[in-house]
């Protein structure tokens, strides 16, 4: 169901605020398949945690609580489990190992969970040991380690120059995410110097991400891990505050290196991206599922905003789809729509309003903006809807309605 703290703490998992993961987590509704799961599973099961109930039993409590490595839901009765395996997919981390039971026996119901969801194996009821045991062990043995890459997307926003808000763009939509919609969200801050992610979020940076990006050979999950600051329960930030003096030396294999890490673990990686793009910007560039540019609305802005747009065009800076986001619009001596419309030759995807009260005050303090300035949260909702890969009205669907009551 896969596609990502500070030194003076280590961290924890993503969503895993208080306690440990737990090896395996089995949800089964009925006793009669709990006790076959047991025996089927006789020698492991001290590993093993068995709680009573189905599916939906599974999204509350992992709501909540860390993600399990393996975790067993039960399907049973479930008039519509596509809806609730997609649920699921977004309250848990991508390196999850998911398997599954249920009522149904029929064969394109298992082609469907396994290639549309990950679902690593499927055993309809009444359960036998020896399906448990042959097609279940091996997962929960590690003796199986490949788990399906599901929903780990690359998300790189950048400013087309300097001031034009790309920073509050990416740290409001990381948060706005990870809040509304559930999924673990890991915003990745590649300003190493003059960086202000963290300072808009009030925590401190650490010393990790020049560690990472400049030795890859030296990063393993557990690093990166440690060099994450947690904020919430769902969303961790990377990121740098080296002093004017530094000299730090990013490779890009440095940060394919950890995007890999990072999408493996988070089911969305925000990139608040440098601009102009040097080597590693054009290696985050070349991997991300969609480029957002941030502009401001004025003769220089819309200038810049299409030189980047044509460059972002060229194969060789990669083939997601580009967003242009107007930040600023209505501000004092800015360039009316038509202006805008006329210079990029369609309307921008979106529009952020001019909002003077709230974005520097919330900065300023420490707070994300987006959880406070309801204009700020209709504006970046059609955004979060197109990266989180539903691009629906507000209003339709499950994302529809939490991304709507965020927008109230």
């Given at each position: 169901?896969?596609?990502?703290?500070?030194?003076?703490?280590?961290?924890?998992?993503?969503?895993?605020?208080?306690?440990?993961?737990?090896?395996?987590?089995?949800?089964?509704?009925?006793?009669?398949?709990?006790?076959?799961?047991?025996?089927?599973?006789?020698?492991?099961?001290?590993?093993?945690?068995?709680?009573?109930?189905?599916?939906?039993?599974?999204?509350?409590?992992?709501?909540?609580?860390?993600?399990?490595?393996?975790?067993?839901?039960?399907?049973?009765?479930?008039?519509?489990?596509?809806?609730?395996?997609?649920?699921?997919?977004?309250?848990?981390?991508?390196?999850?190992?998911?398997?599954?039971?249920?009522?149904?026996?029929?064969?394109?119901?298992?082609?469907?969970?396994?290639?549309?969801?990950?679902?690593?194996?499927?055993?309809?009821?009444?359960?036998?040991?020896d399906n448990v045991a042959r097609?279940?062990?091996?997962?929960?043995?590690?003796?199986?380690?490949?788990?399906?890459?599901?929903?780990?997307?690359?998300?790189?926003?950048?400013?087309?120059?300097?001031?034009?808000?790309?920073?509050?763009?990416?740290?409001?939509?990381?948060?706005?995410?990870?809040?509304?919609?559930?999924?673990?969200?890991?915003?990745?801050?590649?300003?190493?110097?003059?960086?202000?992610?963290?300072?808009?979020?009030?925590?401190?940076?650490?010393?990790?991400?020049?560690?990472?990006?400049?030795?890859?050979?030296?990063?393993?999950?557990?690093?990166?891990?440690?060099?994450?600051?947690?904020?919430?329960?769902?969303?961790?930030?990377?990121?740098?505050?080296?002093?004017?003096?530094?000299?730090?030396?990013?490779?890009?294999?440095?940060?394919?290196?950890?995007?890999?890490?990072?999408?493996?673990?988070?089911?969305?990686?925000?990139?608040?991206?440098?601009w102009p793009p040097g080597p590693?910007?054009?290696?985050?560039l070349e991997v991300a599922r969609?480029?957002?540019?941030?502009?401001?609305?004025?003769?220089?802005?819309?200038?810049?905003?299409?030189?980047?747009?044509?460059?972002?065009?060229?194969?060789?800076?990669?083939?997601?789809?580009?967003?242009?986001?107007?930040?600023?619009?209505?501000?004092?001596?800015?360039?009316?729509?038509?202006?805008?419309?006329?210079?990029?030759?369609?309307?921008?995807?979106?529009?952020?309003?001019?909002?003077?009260?709230?974005?520097?005050?919330?900065?300023?303090?420490?707070?994300?903006?987006?959880?406070?300035?309801?204009?700020?949260?209709?504006?970046?909702?059609?955004?979060?809807?197109?990266?989180?890969?539903?691009?629906?009205?507000?209003?339709?669907?499950?994302?529809?309605?939490?991304?709507?009551?965020?927008?109230?």
């Amino acid at each position: 169901m896969p596609a990502a703290d500070g030194m003076m703490a280590p961290a924890t998992a993503p969503g895993a605020s208080t306690g440990e993961r737990l090896p395996v987590l089995a949800f089964l509704c009925d006793e009669e398949s709990e006790t076959t799961f047991r025996t089927g599973l006789s020698g492991r099961t001290g590993a093993i945690t068995v709680r009573r109930g189905t599916i939906r039993t599974a999204i509350a409590a992992l709501e909540r609580e860390p993600t399990p490595h393996i975790l067993v839901v039960d399907l049973s009765g479930e008039e519509n489990p596509s809806e609730l395996l997609d649920r699921l997919s977004a309250v848990c981390t991508p390196d999850v190992t998911v398997l599954a039971v249920g009522d149904r026996s029929d064969i394109g119901f298992y082609r469907e969970i396994q290639h549309e969801f990950g679902i690593a194996e499927y055993l309809f009821k009444p359960l036998t040991r020896d399906n448990v045991a042959r097609l279940f062990g091996p997962h929960i043995t590690g003796q199986r380690e490949e788990a399906a890459q599901r929903g780990n997307r690359v998300v790189a926003v950048c400013g087309v120059r300097g001031g034009t808000g790309a920073t509050t763009v990416a740290v409001n939509l990381a948060v706005l995410l990870a809040d509304s919609t559930r999924s673990h969200v890991a915003l990745l801050d590649l300003h190493l110097r003059g960086g202000s992610a963290a300072m808009m979020l009030g925590v401190r940076s650490t010393a990790g991400l020049r560690v990472v990006l400049e030795d890859p050979d030296r990063v393993d999950p557990l690093f990166v891990e440690r060099a994450a600051v947690p904020i919430g329960d769902r969303l961790r930030l990377l990121s740098a505050d080296e002093p004017p003096e530094a000299d730090p030396a990013p490779k890009a294999a440095g940060a394919l290196r950890l995007l890999e890490i990072l999408r493996n673990r988070f089911n969305l990686v925000i990139v608040d991206l440098p601009w102009p793009p040097g080597p590693v910007e054009r290696a985050v560039l070349e991997v991300a599922r969609h480029r957002v540019l941030v502009f401001r609305p004025d003769v220089a802005g819309l200038r810049d905003a299409a030189a980047a747009r044509a460059m972002l065009t060229a194969k060789s800076a990669g083939d997601g789809p580009i967003l242009l986001v107007q930040n600023g619009a209505g501000a004092p001596g800015s360039l009316e729509t038509a202006m805008v419309l006329q210079a990029l030759g369609a309307a921008p995807d979106i529009t952020i309003p001019h909002l003077p009260r709230h974005l520097p005050r919330a900065a300023d303090l420490g707070q994300p903006a987006v959880r406070g300035c309801a204009p700020l949260r209709r504006a970046l909702a059609p955004l979060a809807q197109e990266v989180n890969g539903t691009r629906q009205a507000v209003g339709n669907g499950l994302l529809g309605r939490i991304l709507g009551r965020w927008a109230r």
